[in-house]
């Protein structure tokens, strides 16, 4: 009621009513902005603990990214690394499999996966070859 009111003062007095004021600004998109990682294995671990969840349910590309992230955290971290090469094998991403696959086994050569992620690293696909001229 009080609007029309207002409204109806406005059109007497022959001004139109003003407009409502800018929005504010949005909020900074943080995500946008650069992380820089340190070194730390907590978080590491518990990045692998929520790509576990993920891949349970089925979520390979968000557990990828939980992987990529742990290994942000720790770059050393063998198990995220084997986790990875298991998400993107099944986002049909072979090169991405494979380099997380080599990482594992360089990280981690007497695993006791190790002989299983050599047998899958047989399986990938060839990596394509460079397109350099023969001579």
């Known amino acids: 009621m009080l609007p029309a ?4 003062a406005f059109l007497q007095a022959g001004q139109p009513p003003s407009a409502p004021p800018p929005a504010e600004p949005e909020e900074e998109d943080v995500t946008a902005r ?12 518990n990045e692998i603990k ?27 971290a063998a198990e995220a690394y084997l986790l990875l090469g298991q998400a993107r094998e099944k986002l049909k991403e072979a090169a991405a499999a494979r380099a ?3 990482k594992f086994l360089a990280l981690s050569p007497e695993s006791k996966d190790a002989a299983r992620v050599r047998r899958r690293l047989a399986k990938l696909p060839a990596p394509p070859e460079s397109k350099a001229p023969k001579p």
């Open 50 to 76: 929520v790509g576990r969840f993920y891949m349970r349910r089925g979520s390979w590309k968000a557990a990828a990214g939980r992987f990529e992230e742990a290994v942000k955290w720790n770059p050393q």
């Open 100 to 102: 997380a696959y080599e």
């Open 34 to 45: 650069e992380r820089t990682y340190e070194f730390n294995p907590i978080q590491a671990e």
């Open 5 to 8: 009111l207002l409204l109806a």
